[in-house]
């Protein structure tokens, strides 16, 4: 399954360091999620772009920066992060449903993050 | 605010058992309704959906689920699973206008062989 990837696939980050995470997808989608995946809880959704238009900052703390230069790559940027910010991160898009989509949403592998 | 919830967390069965998952979620609208399962080591996969029509619907694997409208429900079954079925299960809820899903905390299902 290849139709959304994400890079790296493991990242080690000190909490003085900046790093960014990739996400692509090959789907022709026009929406784009982020999502913090933590041990024991649901999973969380962080960011929603539609159209390369940020509608939903879910609360995040600004050492979260999410850019998408357009409708196919979704970055997030990250800088002084904190040990309890260590998780799976995943991506994921979709066809909007406004745009005539179904809303499923099609996941990438994710990117495990460790801050140490 | 909607909300999606799971009642089992960790659920143990051996292989050829019956399993059924629960999910309830709380919002008005009309909705969309999935599950994901995530193997061990691999990424969310789509399971099974429901948008409109027929409440029992089928996905993948042998699964299948029902949309009960009156309880808020739209539980998960399989009526005998497999080890290969071990993995952990999500129910979403989307609401019927927006790209957004609301994911219950999952359910760790564990098949002995």
């Known amino acids: 399954e290849t139709g959304v990837t994400q890079t790296p696939r493991h990242l080690v980050m000190g909490m003085t360091n900046k790093k960014s995470l990739k996400c692509e997808q090959h789907?022709?989608?026009?929406?784009m999620y982020w999502y913090k995946q933590s041990a024991k809880k649901p999973l969380e959704l962080m960011f929603v772009?539609?159209?390369?238009?940020?509608?939903e900052n879910n609360s995040v703390p600004s050492r979260f920066s999410p850019e998408c230069p357009n409708s196919s790559h979704l970055f997030l940027h990250l800088h002084t992060l904190q040990p309890e910010d260590s998780a799976l991160y995943l991506c994921?898009?979709?066809?909007?449903?406004?745009?005539?989509?179904?809303?499923?949403?099609?996941f990438g592998p994710g990117t495990r993050l460790t801050v140490t | 605010a909607q909300s999606v919830s799971q009642h089992n967390h960790h659920v143990i069965l051996s292989e050829a058992a019956s399993l059924e998952l629960g999910c309830n979620y709380s919002?008005?609208?009309?909705?969309?309704l999935f599950w994901y399962v995530q193997y061990p080591g691999q990424h969310l996969q789509l399971l099974l959906k429901?948008?409109?029509?027929?409440?029992l619907v089928k996905g993948i694997k042998g699964f299948e689920a029902e949309f009960i409208k009156s309880k808020f429900s739209f539980n998960l079954r399989k009526p005998s699973v497999q080890w290969s079925d071990t993995a952990e299960y999500f129910c979403?809820?989307?609401?019927?206008?927006?790209?957004?899903?609301?994911f219950g905390q999952g359910t760790t299902l564990q098949v002995k062989p």
């Open positions: 994921a898009s979709s066809q909007d449903p406004i745009a005539g989509g179904s809303g499923e949403q099609y």
């Open positions: 789907l022709g989608h026009n929406a």
């Open positions: 772009y539609n159209f390369k238009e940020q509608t």
């Open positions: 919002y008005g609208g009309t909705v969309n």
């Open positions: 429901y948008f409109s029509g027929d409440p």
């Open positions: 979403a809820v989307g609401s019927g206008n927006t790209g957004k899903l609301i």
